[in-house]
């Protein structure tokens, strides 16, 4: 199938000249930006509606709090962004090799449960759900 995104893999990249070190990159194999990680909410004072959620504050220059995302957080949500590319392709080689062409009534419900959601997943990446 042809691929609308850039091809992976893609790697990480902390910007080093950010001061808290909060935001990162994700390259393609050239080191072009396909995506930015930034530790900073769109929504303002969301953490009043989520206060269970883990982020941390600083002291904005203005005086204001600022709530950003946690470091592993940041990373982990980098990594698997990164991953995206190597993750579709893994998931639509099993769909291809691995599912049973015919399903019996009695084989087991959430086992194809889980199909549906890959099914729905690969939809969802490439932009058909």
């Known amino acids: 199938m042809g691929e609308l995104h850039t091809p992976g893999p893609w790697g990480l990249d902390m910007f080093p000249d950010y001061v808290d070190g909060t935001d990162m990159e994700v390259l393609d194999m050239a080191g072009f930006p396909i995506a930015e990680v930034a530790g900073r909410p769109i929504i303002n004072r969301w953490h009043e509606r989520y206060p269970k959620m883990n982020h941390w504050a600083e002291g904005a220059d203005d005086g204001r709090t600022q709530v950003c995302r946690s470091q592993p957080e940041l990373e982990a949500n980098a990594r698997l962004i990164a991953a995206a590319p190597e993750l579709l392709e893994a ?4 769909i291809r090799d691995a599912r049973p062409s015919n399903w019996d ?3 087991d419900m959430d086992q194809w449960q889980a199909w549906l959601a890959a099914d729905a997943a690969i939809a969802k990446a490439r932009g058909a759900a």
């Open 105 to 107: 009534d009695d084989e």
């Open 91 to 94: 998931l639509e080689k099993l």
